[in-house]
Structures are given as structure tokens and as C-alpha cells.
């Protein structure tokens, strides 16, 4: 199965409210990434978060890690209809990204 | 600034064709490389890295083959595809402590 699995697999909010997308993951972690795919493009780095973090802020995202649930949550505020698309969280146990683990994906719409 | 291009952007191909997708990255040097195929409403399944010219790692026994001609191009080939070869593939490239910077992707149809 999935090293990451979001939760939930859809989401649709109205715009300027705040989304929040979670991940689960089974085994120790080095570091959990977000990524952001557009309907039929290639993925776009978000944001990482190391093992040792807890919160991380960039611009409207917050990602938060808990590594005792094996579990991280990637928050939206004040979305905009530019950021509906698929949310992929992945997971590096300590080998690099040639063994970064993809989860399944949460698809976003924001609601004009 | 770094770029990464990928072509085709859409193919169909019939069964039991050769098919070749290239990936070129442009502004940076000795980069890793990874070929990925994403299944509708799926997460991305690794096939293929690199880490040099002429080294290539496979991760998923299949029907595809990958080879690094060239410091910053990557080819994905096949010599006959199958109908579960259709996906989307992505080429994406990294260096060591960075994050991953993908291509626009390949829509493959075997029909």
C-alpha cells in the first residue's frame, strides 16, 4: 500500500475560505514534501518539512508534522480559485528522492 | 533558471509500437533524472532514475526501458507497447538535497 495517504481524496470549499488537506504515512520519515499538480501538468515543489520540524509556514501554506501519528496536514488559508488542483504529499524515508513515496492525492476546487 | 522540457506533450500509439519520450534539462549540470507514470486518480509510480550518464535505475520490472544519452537528457523507451503502458509520464530531475522539479508530463494512449 501507500507510504502517504491523504485524507480526503476531494475537497471543495468556497473561495477565501481556508483549505486543510491531511497525510498519513506508516514507517520513520527523513523529510515529507508537499507538491501541487494542475489538471494535466507536472507536480510543483510546495514545500518540505523536515523530521525534526514541527510547523512550517510559506506564503498562505502551513504544514504541520506530527512524526508520533505518523501523520501531516497541509493548510490553505484564504484560498483563491487558482489553487484548486491535487495536492500530493510525499514521503523520504532517508534515501533521497529516488525513494520518495507519493501518496494518492487530494483534488482541490475552490468555488468562485 | 533551471528549465525541464518533455515531448511529446500528447501521443496515442497503437499496440505494439516502439514509443521514445525525451526529457532535456536546461541550466544546471550533472542533475539526478526520474522517469514516473501516474495512473488516473493515482499517485506517482517511480520507474526510472539516474544519478550519471549511461547509470540507470529501475524500480518497476515492465515493459519500458530508460536510457541517459547525455549529461542532462533522459529517454524513456519501449520497443512494443502495451495497452497498459497509457498513462500520464512525467521526467523530473533534482539535485542532492533539493526538491524535485518535474516536466510538464507525456499523455500516452495505447489504443
Known amino acids: 500500500s501507500q507510504q502517504g495517504e491523504e485524507d480526503p481524496q476531494a475537497l471543495s470549499i468556497q473561495e477565501g475560505e481556508n483549505a486543510t488537506m491531511n497525510c498519513s504515512y506508516k514507517?520513520?520519515?527523513?523529510?515529507l514534501q508537499w507538491y501541487r499538480q494542475n489538471s494535466g501538468r507536472g507536480l510543483v515543489h510546495l514545500i518540505l518539512i523536515r523530521s525534526n520540524e514541527r510547523e512550517k509556514h510559506s506564503g498562505r501554506l502551513r504544514v504541520t508534522l506530527d512524526t508520533s501519528k505518523k501523520s501531516s496536514s497541509l493548510l490553505i488559508t484564504a484560498s483563491r480559485a487558482a489553487d484548486t488542483a491535487s495536492y500530493f504529499c510525499a514521503t523520504d524515508v532517508g534515501f533521497g528522492n529516488e525513494k520518495l513515496t507519493f501518496g494518492t492525492g487530494t483534488r482541490l476546487t475552490i468555488i468562485p | 533558471s533551471q528549465t525541464i522540457h518533455q515531448w511529446p506533450a500528447t501521443l496515442v500509439q497503437p499496440v505494439g509500437s516502439p514509443l521514445s519520450l525525451e526529457c532535456t534539462v536546461e541550466g544546471t549540470s550533472n542533475p539526478n533524472l526520474y522517469w514516473y507514470r501516474q495512473a488516473a486518480g493515482r499517485g506517482l509510480q517511480l520507474l526510472f532514475y539516474s544519478v550519471g550518464i549511461g547509470q540507470i535505475s529501475s524500480e518497476v520490472p515492465q515493459n519500458l526501458s530508460a536510457s541517459r544519452p547525455q549529461d542532462r537528457q533522459f529517454i524513456l523507451s519501449s520497443k512494443k507497447l502495451l495497452l497498459s503502458d497509457s498513462g500520464f509520464y512525467l521526467c523530473?530531475?533534482?539535485?542532492?538535497?533539493?526538491?524535485?522539479?518535474f516536466g510538464n508530463g507525456t499523455r500516452l494512449t495505447v489504443t
Open positions: 523530473a530531475w533534482d539535485r542532492v538535497n533539493s526538491p524535485l522539479h
Open positions: 514507517t520513520s520519515i527523513n523529510n
